[in-house]
């Protein structure tokens, strides 16, 4: 589907399309989760957080795992 681009005060938007409105009862003021991914061209939205669908359990590994290997990661993310 196509939308064009529209000027909201000092910033750009795009409207969402009603079907997605209505089929996620969104309503106005209500927070969603936007990601762009500028290589992929590629904005998401989504009406929830992945990370409140991990376990409790996963999510403590997660930050287990993160936290030991903060620097290797930190590096990695660099190149």
Known sequence: MQQT????????AVTVPRHFVKGRKLRPG???FVEADPELDLVQIRTRSRISS???EFKEWLD??????ESAIKELAKK
């Open 5 to 12: 681009v529209i000027k909201v005060g000092n910033s750009l």
């Open 30 to 32: 209500q927070k969603v």
């Open 64 to 69: 287990e795992v993160s936290k030991k290997y």
């Open 54 to 56: 991990l376990t409790g």
